[in-house]
C-alpha cells in the first residue's frame, strides 16, 4: 500500500483540477458572449494563465503568500503594457490629433505614469514582504530572505511542495505567461485593431489604477481570509480549496474587466458608442 500510495494522491490532485477547471470555465463563459473574435482570442490567453496558477496551487500545494507574489508581478505587468499603450498613443494617434504639443505632452504623462505606478507597486512590495515575514515567520523581517521565500524561489518555501526542480520552473513558466498573456492583449487590441485611439488622452493616465487598487485590496484581503481559514481548520486542502475560489473569483472579476474595456473601445472605434470613461 505503501508503493500506491503516491500515485493515489496524485490520480486525485488530477481529478480535482479538472473538476475545478470544468467549474470556472462554466462560471466565466458567459462573460465572452457576443464578443469579437480578437476578444476572446486574448481574454483566452489570459484566463489559462491564472488557471496555471490554479495548477500549482493543487500539485504544489502554493500558500496565499506566494500567489500574492504571482499578483503582484501581474500589476507590474499591466503598467509596463500600459506605459507602452501610452507610447503608442504619443506616436501614432487619429490623424487629426496629430501634433507636436500632444506628443510632448503624451510622452511627459507616460514616463510620470512609469515612475509614480511603479513607486507604488514598490511600496506594496516591502509592505507585502514585512507582512508574511512577521505573521508567518515570526520574526523581524530581513528582506532579501523573505522575499526569497514569499516568492517561492527557496528551498525553504518549497520545502511542503515535492521536486524543487520541478516547481521552481513551473512558478517561472506562470510569469513568463502573465507577461505574454498582457503582452498579447497589447498587440492584438492596440497594435493591430489601434484601439488605444478610443481612450481620451485624459483618461490615460488613471486608467489601470482603478483595476490595481482592487486587485491588491483583494489580495490583502484574501490573504487575511487564508490565514482565518488554515488557523481555524489546521487543514491543508481547506486552504488550497479556498485558494482555488478565491483564484476562480479573480479570473471572473479580470475577465469582466477586460472584456467590458475592449468592448466600449471596439464600439468607440466602430462608432456605434462614446469612447470610454476612466473606471
Not at 5 to 19: D, L
Not at 99 to 126: D, E, K, Q, T, W
Request: glycine share 6%; charged share 15%.
Amino acid at each position: 500500500s505503501c508503493h500506491i500510495r503516491p500515485s493515489g494522491i496524485s490520480g486525485q490532485r488530477e481529478k480535482a483540477m479538472t473538476q475545478w477547471i470544468f467549474r470556472i470555465f462554466q462560471f466565466i463563459l458567459p462573460q465572452l458572449g457576443g464578443a469579437s473574435r480578437n476578444l476572446v482570442y486574448s481574454s483566452t490567453i489570459l484566463v489559462i494563465a491564472n488557471l496555471l496558477i490554479i495548477a500549482g496551487t493543487i500539485f504544489f500545494r502554493w500558500d496565499a503568500w506566494q500567489l500574492m507574489f504571482l499578483f503582484w508581478f501581474e500589476s507590474v505587468c499591466i503598467g509596463i503594457i500600459h506605459f507602452m499603450r501610452f507610447l503608442l498613443s504619443a506616436f501614432s494617434p487619429a490623424p487629426d490629433l496629430k501634433n507636436p504639443i500632444r506628443m510632448m505632452s503624451l510622452l511627459f504623462m507616460a514616463f510620470f505614469f512609469l515612475i509614480h505606478f511603479n513607486g507604488f507597486n514598490a511600496g506594496h512590495l516591502v509592505f507585502l514582504v514585512v507582512l508574511p515575514a512577521l505573521l508567518v515567520y515570526g520574526r523581524d523581517p530581513d528582506f532579501v530572505d523573505t522575499l526569497l521565500n514569499w516568492t517561492g524561489f527557496s528551498s525553504e518555501a518549497f520545502k511542503h511542495s515535492g521536486d524543487l526542480a520541478v516547481a521552481e520552473p513551473f512558478q517561472v513558466a506562470i510569469l513568463a505567461a502573465i507577461f505574454l498573456g498582457h503582452l498579447n492583449s497589447l498587440v492584438v487590441h492596440d497594435f493591430m485593431k489601434k484601439e488605444y485611439r478610443a481612450i481620451p488622452d485624459k483618461d490615460l493616465m488613471m486608467l489601470p489604477y482603478s483595476r490595481i487598487f482592487v486587485m491588491h485590496l483583494t489580495i490583502i484581503f484574501g490573504a487575511s481570509l487564508y490565514t482565518g481559514v488554515m488557523t481555524l481548520t489546521g487543514k491543508e486542502w481547506a486552504g488550497i480549496a479556498f485558494l482555488c475560489v478565491f483564484v476562480a473569483l479573480k479570473i471572473y472579476f479580470d475577465l469582466k474587466t477586460h472584456t467590458q474595456q475592449h468592448r466600449k473601445r471596439e464600439e468607440a472605434l466602430s462608432g456605434t458608442a462614446e469612447p470610454e470613461e476612466s473606471s
